[in-house]
């Protein structure tokens, strides 16, 4: 539930209405860009969209009502968000949900993540596997639920319209190793896990395009600096 969440406490009535309704939706089954998992064995592929139970073929799991909290923030009527909630995880959400091989998938945008962070911060990536803690299991939650719960409410929305724009999840990896690369100087004065999380528990300045554009684009930037800077000299 969102009862402990500052956020999103006040819509728990409406979330628990949205959540009961996606449950009993077969709509999501039939729909979803990733098939669910669920019954599996129990059902063939023909079987599987009528005799699927849940009807939404997707187990209910602690958390998943944040595909959905966020948007409280844009809808006023029930019906506008839920049907918002049910094609933003019908077309990107189920994607992280379900173990598959698929490109775009939650061990891809996994993978990717820890390539990415090994590549701009080996030494962090070399602290933190030391400290028995390596990055992703930090950050796999991020990606899970697209920053749901983590970042502030402007941020997580801000970043799912970039998922809309560019039709994919990739954003989610950058974004959580830019985060790392952001905090990299604090996290290496850390000796232990807990002070590992309390370093990356202050999300509230933390906005997402100056962290993209920081992450991707530094090397240009700094090049750019030091070619104006020999401009200068040589004038």
Avoid at 11 to 30: K, Q, T
Avoid at 48 to 59: H, L, N, Q, T
Wanted: net charge negative; proline share 5%.
């Amino acid at each position: 539930g969102v009862s402990d969440d500052n956020n999103y406490f006040v819509f728990e009535d409406i979330l628990n209405d949205c959540m009961s309704a996606f449950s009993r939706d077969p709509w999501v089954c039939r729909n979803a860009m990733t098939p669910s998992q669920a019954n599996d064995k129990l059902y063939t592929d023909a079987e599987r969209v009528s005799m699927v139970y849940p009807p939404c073929g997707i187990v209910p799991f602690q958390g998943m009502v944040l595909f959905a909290a966020p948007l409280c923030y844009i809808w006023n009527e029930a019906h506008e968000m839920y049907f918002s909630m049910r094609a933003f995880y019908s077309q990107y959400c189920c994607r992280l949900c379900t173990i598959t091989s698929r490109e775009g998938d939650i061990l891809q945008l996994s993978r990717q993540f820890e390539t990415l962070l090994q590549e701009a911060c080996p030494e962090l990536v070399f602290h933190l596997c030391e400290m028995g803690l390596p990055p992703l299991k930090i950050a796999f939650n991020w990606i899970f639920f697209a920053f749901a719960g983590y970042l502030e409410v402007d941020q997580v929305l801000a970043l799912w319209d970039r998922i809309f724009a560019w039709d994919s999840l990739l954003i989610l990896p950058v974004l959580a190793a830019a985060i790392f690369s952001y905090r990299e100087r604090g996290l290496l004065d850390c000796a232990t896990p807990d002070e590992v999380k309390e370093c990356l528990e202050d999300t509230v300045r933390l906005k997402i395009m100056p962290l993209l554009h920081m992450f991707l684009f530094s090397d240009a930037m700094e090049a750019q600096q030091k070619a104006r800077q020999a401009e200068k000299e040589k004038a």
